[in-house]
C-alpha cells in the first residue's frame, strides 16, 4: 500500500495569503512553514489550504505562529516562460492545529468536520444535573 500523508510541526514564516477563486468563492490560503532538522538544518515547508481551513489559519496565525500540519504532497509542474518545464513540491493541508498560544490558537480544524452534518441523537444531554454522577 502506499501512503501519501505526513504533519509537520513549525513556525510560520509569515502571514498566510489570502485569496478566493473567483468562481467558485473557494478560500485558498498559502502559507510557509520553518522546520527545525538535524543540527542547525531548517526547511521552509510551503503548505497550502482550502475551504474553512484555509479562512481559519489567515483569521487565526500570524508570522511566528506555531502549527502543525497534517498534509498530502502534490507535485506542481509547469513550463516556465522560457519554454523549460519545471516541478515543485508541496502540501496540502488536510487539517492544521494552532499551538501558540492566545485565544482560539489551540482550536484545531479539520476540513472534513467542517462539511459534515452533526447527528446530535448520539451525543449525551441530561436534563438535570443531579442526573450526573460526578
Not at 23 to 38: E, K, P, R, Y
Not at 50 to 71: C, R
Not at 89 to 106: D, P
Amino acid at each position: 500500500m502506499n501512503t501519501n500523508a505526513g504533519v509537520i510541526i513549525g513556525n510560520m514564516v509569515r502571514d498566510a495569503e489570502l485569496k478566493f477563486v473567483p468562481s467558485s468563492g473557494l478560500a485558498i490560503a498559502d502559507f510557509t512553514v520553518a522546520v527545525n532538522g538535524m543540527k542547525d538544518d531548517v526547511s521552509f515547508i510551503p503548505v497550502t489550504a482550502f475551504g474553512k481551513t484555509a479562512e481559519a489559519v489567515s483569521n487565526y496565525t500570524q508570522k511566528g505562529s506555531k502549527v502543525a500540519v497534517s498534509y498530502y504532497l502534490k507535485m506542481e509542474t509547469w513550463t516556465s516562460k522560457e519554454g523549460k518545464n519545471r516541478s515543485k513540491l508541496k502540501c496540502n493541508a488536510t487539517r492544521v492545529e494552532f499551538l501558540s498560544g492566545g485565544q482560539k490558537k489551540s482550536e484545531s480544524i479539520n476540513e472534513d468536520d467542517l462539511f459534515e452534518e452533526n447527528d446530535n441523537d448520539d451525543i449525551f444531554q441530561p436534563s438535570d444535573d443531579d442526573d450526573i454522577p460526578f
